[in-house]
Structure formats: C-alpha cells, structure tokens
C-alpha cells in the first residue's frame, strides 16, 4: 500500500509540473491564432474537407487529445489575464501539444493507481473499477451528445422557462435553442464552408480579371473596391479557417450579448483552478469550462472546446437564471419535474403510439396503509414502462478525484431514489390479482384504471434524468441495492438526451419495445459493462440480443466481468454524416417479407401483438433467413388455397404461423385444432400462434397473435388433435421444429353467434374480438 501511494504522489506531482509547463506556453501565444491552428489541425487529419483527395481521417484519440488541449486553453484564458508580449509559434505548439498529452497519460495513470487504493465500498467488490472509469470519464469524456441534436435537446429542456428566458433575456427556448444548434453546426462544418466561400471568392476575382482582359494581381485593388461585401465575406472566411473564427458565438449565433456574457469568463476571472494545493491546475480539479462553457475576448465571446457548451451549457444557464430570479425557485421546480415527467411519452409519442399513458400515479402502499406516488406509468400491448424522472447529476460538478463519496453519492441518490419508488410500485401491483390506480384531484384520490400484473409479459422500471450521467447509468447495475424488482424486472436508466437518439433509430413500436427488452435483459447481467446508453444501442443494432452474447464469453473466458467497448461507433457514424439527415440509418438486417410480417403486426396491433414481434425479432441471421424462406414459399401460392401453414423453431421458442387467404373467412376452429396438433408434433408445451391475411398481390393486410391450447393429456374431446398430431409424424420423414407447410380446403363454415366465446381462443365474445 505504502508502494501504492508514492506512486500515487510521484504521478501527481509530475501532473502539477506538466499543467503549469501547459499554462506558461497557451499564455505566451495570442489565443485566436492558438485555436486557429489547432482547428486547421484537425481540418487537415479529417476526411471532412472540401478536397476529394484528403482521405485521412484523425483517429479518435488524436481527436480526444486535441479536445482535452482546447479544455486547458480554456481554462488558462479563464484564469490570467492577457499578457502585453504574446507570439505564435509553431515550434512552441509541437512542445505544448506534446506536454498536453502526457498531462493526459499521467491523469490516466493516476486514475489506475489511486483507485486501486480506494477504501469506498459504495459500489461493492466493484467500486475500485467504478471509480476508475468515474475518474477516467471525468478526464477524458465529452460531448456525449450529438452536435446534430442540440436544437431538439434545448427547446425541449428550455420550454418550460421560455416566459422567463425572454423576461431576462429578450429570447425563448426556440431562440437560444436555434443559436446553440448554429454554434455546433459551425464547429462541425465552419472550417469547410470557410474553404468554400474563399474557393467562391477566388473564381469570382479571376472572372473580373478575364472581363477586363488583365492579370488577377493588376485589378484586384479594384476588385476589392467594387465587391466590398464579398471581400467582407472571404476576410471571414480566413478569420474562420486561421483564427479560431468557428468558436466566434457572437458572430455565428443571434444569441445577444446579455446571455452570452452570463455563460463566459472575462479573462483572469477563474481564481480556483490554478490557485495553490494538491491538485493545482490537474485535470482532478474542475475545468472551469465545467462552470462557464465561454470566454470573452475583447469584445465577442468564444466558445473554445466545443464539447463543453454543450455538457456544461445547460446547468449554467438554469443556474444563472435563478442568480437573476432567485424568487422563481419554488416554480421553476415545478416545471422541471413536469417536463421532465413528461419527457417519455412526449419525446416517444410515435414509439408509443396507441399507449395509455398515466402521471403523477397514485396507489395505497399496503406495507405502510399510505399513499404513494410515481411519475409516469405507460401501457402498450403486453409491455409496461414505469418511469421515474429525477433532476440530474448536477452535484458530478465536483471532482470524483476529490471526493470520490459525494460524487458518487449524488448519483446513487438519483439511481437509487428512482429506483425504491419503482420497487415500492411493482411489489403494489403484484400483492393481488388485480390493483387499482389513482389521480390525485382537487385533494380527493380518483380511480383512473385498473391493472393485472399477469397482462403484462415486459415490465421496465426506468429511472429517468434530464442530462446523461455516464458512466454511472450504466453501472447502476452495481449497486449491491439495486437487484432485479420482484426477481425478474431489471432496472434500467437513461438519460432525456438518449431519448431523442433511440426516438431517430427505433422509430416503431415493435422496435423500440424489443430494444428496452434486450436493454433491460443486459442490465441484468452483472458481469457485463458497457459505457453508456449509444454504446448499448450499438451494440443492439450490430448484435442484437447481446445479452446473450455477454453471458456466453463469460463462461467461455471464465470472465467475472466483460468490457465492451466502442459499440457506439455505428450510431456515432451516422450523426456525423453530412447526410445524416436523408440517409438510411443504422439497423438489423431482416428479410423484406420478415418486414412484411412486422409491418402487418404493427398496421392491425392485435392484442398481443408485441410478444409476436419480439419473438420474431429475437430470430439471430440464420432462422431470420430460414423464418423468410418459409413464409415467402407460402405466400407464392397462397392465391390458391384459402389458407397453409407452418411451424418455425426459431431460437428455441417455436412460432406457429397461418397465412389465411383474404379472400375467405377464417376458421378458428380448425386454426386452433391445427396449432395444437403441430404443438404435440413439435412436443412443446408452449407455442406462439399469429396468423397472417394475405391480398392475391401478396400484400400482407394484418397479423394478429392468437394463444396455443397445448394438450396435457389425450381426452374425448381432442382425441381428433392427438390424431392430427400423429398424421403429421407420418407425413413427415424426420421430425423437424423448422417447416413443413401445408394447404387447406376451405370446409363448410359455421355461424358464430356474436355473443359466444371467440373461436381463436381469446375468452372474449366473438363481438368483441373477431367479430368486429
């Protein structure tokens, strides 16, 4: 331990050493032409450039390094003043970036090290490794958000408080939203669009030159004098591409100077970071662009990391806000926790469509005979979404490396408050057959529905935050309090920013309800870590049930903890795409009458439409594939029969499917007899049944679940079932669980009165099921 800990303070010291080397050489180089050839940097190692050639794309480490450079240039502006003497020189940048990244390494080591020595237990066996990936994040991780969707991010969160933003500021949630989405397009884009409107500039010169019939240099005073607002534009223009220009907000936003000055230090206003003790200018102390993402220089304002305005943004804003109103405290709450409430259905309306939604749910804890409440309850076919929404991690501000316990307490009380009232809701719904909900109006509890645990096949208990707070979301997992509610139910939490992610690549339903399947089965797996909400999302897009995955290198490594990292690079391609707008993102690949099948089951939502979709979607490539065959063999020669089928094993649940021939009336009652046939042909005591109508052009009209009578035992009454059963063993050569298919003549249909139970075995009335 001894060992240990010099080692620790020998990396610290050489930490304090390298900051202040950091400091003296960003102080001795004017800042614009700093950031200028820090960004002319990054143009030149990256693909996106107006030049077809340039085909060499930066690395994401070299990237994070530039990026952890831009934060420490920050942070020097913030603290000194501007020195008289100050010269660029590219020679003293190779020295400064080279310094700047072997701060980097050593804060790295340094996390390795004195986590190793961590006395905390607040995470169980695995805080050690939680808090090294916590002080690692804190170094390294920024801009977890995609710059594309800042807009849609801040005029949701800002909504709420636009009456006081323009009281204060002149300009609401829309504006300020739309100004924030204008600097992340100009740090994304700025420096080509600099390269083009200069192109732009020189070829409209040289056609004056042509017209006059004279050389470029001999009229481009006169050029110059007759296009002034064009000479306007390409002195910009190399404004944008040499100094720094792109992270000018004033002259690329209509952001007015009020609220820009609120997010920004003048220069020499940070005392803290640099100021004497242990930590003295380390990446361990908080960056001061954690505070006030800007910086004033002369008159405009900059925002030099890029990355911080949007993880650091938000919190200032709100906290400058109540500076200015400090009495719109009690109500500026209220909005939060309503919008916040809100988020999950709003954000998802069309992944939740034709759910029922209920807020601020009341029910009678019967433990405690008091009344509880939580926030957002949502019911969609057979799946239950309970979600709770909390604040934020705003108290992450501080340090993990200075106080590991309060930085990780503020974010076991966001998981583990959530988390106590979705327990306390699930152990409600399960202690009786059936539980009542209640609104709380006017001071008098009101009963707004009713609900049956066993309706519900999935039920995910979601904590909900309005900004991400990786790595901890996804290491909730950890917590030795957070077990699976009821056994079974696994605990899941995200971030409102995930939301307008999953919302763009799972756009349906049956999608989106599949992926929170498989995001709470890997929540569930406790040797298997994954970083944040888009490294799971990669992961479900590339593997889809991954967490199967998980659990199978586990056991063939003998691994008592599997890291998976860099799943999110699909999804992070896409939003960087110029064309992410238009082209096709990221998905699983299913055969086009796989999609069909999907797409008739999401058209008709069925009751129990989603257990057949997420059965179909749980299909790895090989029984996709074989799953296609079978329906494509039928649907080719459905025209001429009335109906055919077949029984497909899929991943061990086998799915029994009925292609019914729109053209004739289904009878249920030799559909139910010939699923329970092929059940005791395929001696499964459960299989799924949908059935399928087709139009002549192969149009599936609707799908629909139905539920499978598996006989127990031969009786009079099935005794005709059981026969079925063995004909179908004779016509078979080997028993197979992966497709026989077969064609029916139509038989003699019979009346079904509308009020006797519906043949497909719902045990509703005909009227109200099928009859309809």
Not at 28 to 48: D, R, V
Not at 225 to 244: C, F, I, P, S, Y
Not at 429 to 447: C, M, P, Q, R, T
Not at 606 to 634: A, C, H, I, Q, T
Request: aromatic content about 10%; hydrophobic content about 35%.
């Amino acid at each position: 331990m001894i060992e240990k800990e010099q080692v620790t303070a020998d990396i610290l010291k050489e930490m304090k050493e390298l900051a202040h080397q950091v400091r003296s050489l960003i102080n001795g180089m004017p800042p614009e032409e700093l950031l200028g050839y820090i960004y002319a940097q990054l143009l030149m190692t990256s693909n996106n450039t107006t030049s077809p050639e340039s085909d060499i794309e930066v690395t994401s480490e070299e990237r994070n390094e530039f990026q952890f450079l831009l934060e420490y240039i920050h942070a020097v502006l913030a603290s000194d003043i501007a020195p008289e003497d100050v010269e660029f020189d590219e020679t003293k940048f190779g020295e400064l970036f080279t310094l700047s990244r072997r701060l980097r390494e050593k804060s790295i080591f340094f996390a390795m090290v004195s986590s190793a020595n961590t006395d905390n237990t607040d995470f169980g066996s695995g805080t050690a490794d939680i808090e090294f990936h916590a002080k690692t994040s804190w170094v390294m991780l920024r801009g977890n958000r995609y710059q594309v969707l800042e807009g849609e991010f801040y005029k949701y969160v800002l909504a709420p408080h636009d009456d006081i933003l323009n009281d204060i500021y002149g300009v609401g949630a829309v504006d300020i939203a739309e100004g924030f989405q204008q600097l992340a397009n100009t740090t994304r884009t700025g420096q080509a669009n600099a390269i083009e409107e200069m192109f732009k500039q020189f070829e409209a010169a040289q056609r004056f030159a042509k017209e006059k019939g004279k050389q470029l240099e001999e009229v481009m005073a006169e050029w110059i004098e007759a296009n002034a607002q064009q000479t306007k534009n390409a002195g910009l223009a190399v404004d944008d591409m040499l100094r720094g220009g792109i992270t000018n907000v004033s002259r690329h936003t209509k952001l007015p100077s009020e609220f820009l000055a609120d997010l920004a230090y003048q220069r020499g206003e940070e005392v803290d970071f640099f100021s004497e003790g242990d930590y003295s200018g380390t990446p361990y102390r908080t960056l001061p662009a954690r505070k006030k993402p800007l910086i004033k220089l002369d008159e405009d304002y900059f925002a030099i990391d890029p990355c911080f305005i949007r993880d650091a943004g938000y919190r200032s804003l709100l906290f400058n806000l109540l500076q200015k109103k400090p009495e719109y405290k009690e109500q500026f709450k209220e909005r939060q926790k309503v919008m916040s409430e809100a988020a999950f259905p709003e954000i998802l309306a069309e992944q939740l469509a034709s759910a029922t939604v209920y807020q601020e749910v009341y029910y009678k804890d019967p433990n405690t005979k008091k009344w509880a409440e939580n926030d957002t309850l949502v019911l969609i076919d057979d799946v239950l979404y309970l979600v709770e929404a909390k604040a934020g991690a705003a108290a992450t501000i501080a340090s993990p490396e200075l106080d590991f316990k309060r930085h990780s307490q503020s974010i076991k009380d966001l998981i583990l408050k959530a988390y106590k009232q979705c327990e306390r809701f699930f152990e409600y719904l399960k202690s009786a057959d059936e539980v009542s909900i209640f609104n709380l109006v006017n001071g008098k509890y009101e009963e707004i529905g009713k609900l049956r645990h066993s309706d519900y096949r999935v039920m995910i208990p979601i904590g909900l935050t309005v900004e991400s707070f990786s790595p901890f979301s996804a290491f909730s997992k950890s917590l030795p309090q957070v077990k699976p509610l009821l056994g079974r139910h696994s605990f899941v939490s995200i971030s409102i920013d995930d939301l307008f992610v999953l919302r763009r690549m799972l756009p349906t339903p049956g999608l989106f309800a599949h992926y929170m399947e498989v995001r709470q089965a890997i929540a569930g797996v406790q040797q298997g870590l994954l970083f944040d909400e888009f490294d799971h999302l990669g992961a479900y897009l590339t593997k889809n049930r991954f967490d199967q995955d998980i659990i199978e290198q586990s056991k063939s490594e003998n691994a008592g903890l599997v890291i998976c990292d860099g799943f999110s690079d699909i999804v992070d391609r896409f939003f960087e795409s110029e064309q992410w707008e238009t082209k096709p993102q990221p998905t699983q690949y299913f055969p086009d009458v796989v999609l069909k099948v999907l797409s008739a089951l999401d058209i008709s939502r069925e009751p129990g439409w989603l257990s057949v979709d997420s059965l179909v979607r749980d299909f790895g490539e090989e029984s996709r594939n074989d799953f296609g065959k079978y329906l494509s063999d039928l649907d080719q020669s459905i025209e001429k029969h009335p109906a055919r089928y077949f029984a497909h094993g899929g991943e061990g649940k086998p799915i029994f499917v009925w292609m019914q021939n729109s053209k004739y009336d289904v009878e249920w009652e030799k559909v139910n007899n010939i699923a329970s046939a092929v059940a005791i042909f395929l001696d499964t005591k459960e299989l799924m049944g949908v059935l399928i109508k087709v139009r002549n052009d192969r149009v599936y009209e609707a799908a629909q679940y139905f539920r499978v009578n598996v006989p127990t035992e031969q009786t009079e009454s099935n005794v005709h079932i059981y026969e079925e059963a063995q004909s179908m063993r004779e016509r078979t050569q080997r028993p197979t669980a992966t497709g026989k298919q077969h064609f029916l003549e139509p038989q003699k249909k019979r009346k079904i009165g509308r009020n006797e139970s519906c043949p497909c075995g719902s045990g509703e009335k005909y009227k109200k099921c099928h009859g309809h």
